[in-house]
């Protein structure tokens, strides 16, 4: 079973740039899609980004696309969100996740493994 841990969240102005990190254990990493999900206060948990097993194909929810890029390095277990034009609508805990399909906007359900989430907070 592949364990994710985040990192890389904080406090940014607007305009800004954060890259988050997440380190997955276990050797079946390569073999999973890959993705990140946020939740906002008072909202549910949306999808923001999901990776093919190889890193070859991406797909982003309409409200980050062009702004944020997400990538993965197998050989280190590594996923990364870098994220570009920071708004403070994207102020949300950040969720890494694994075992996703390839699709648009998969739900919450649709995610086997999920990390404990990186709290990234963009001020006006």
């Known amino acids: 079973q592949v364990q994710l841990v985040e990192s890389g969240g904080g406090l940014v102005q607007a305009g800004g740039s954060l890259r988050l990190s997440c380190l997955a254990s276990g050797r079946t990493f390569s073999s999973y899609n890959m993705g990140w999900f946020r939740q906002a206060p008072g909202k549910e948990r949306e999808f923001v980004a999901v990776i093919t097993w190889s890193g070859g194909s991406a797909y982003y929810a309409d409200s980050v696309r062009g702004r944020f890029t997400i990538s993965r390095d197998n050989a280190k277990n590594m996923l990364y969100l870098q994220m570009n034009s920071l708004e403070p609508e994207d102020t949300a805990i950040y969720y890494c996740?694994?075992?996703?399909?390839?699709?648009?906007?998969?739900?919450?359900?649709?995610?086997?493994?999920w990390g404990q989430g990186t709290q990234v907070t963009v001020s006006s």
């Open positions: 996740v694994a075992r996703l399909p390839y699709r648009p906007d998969p739900l919450p359900g649709n995610v086997g493994i």
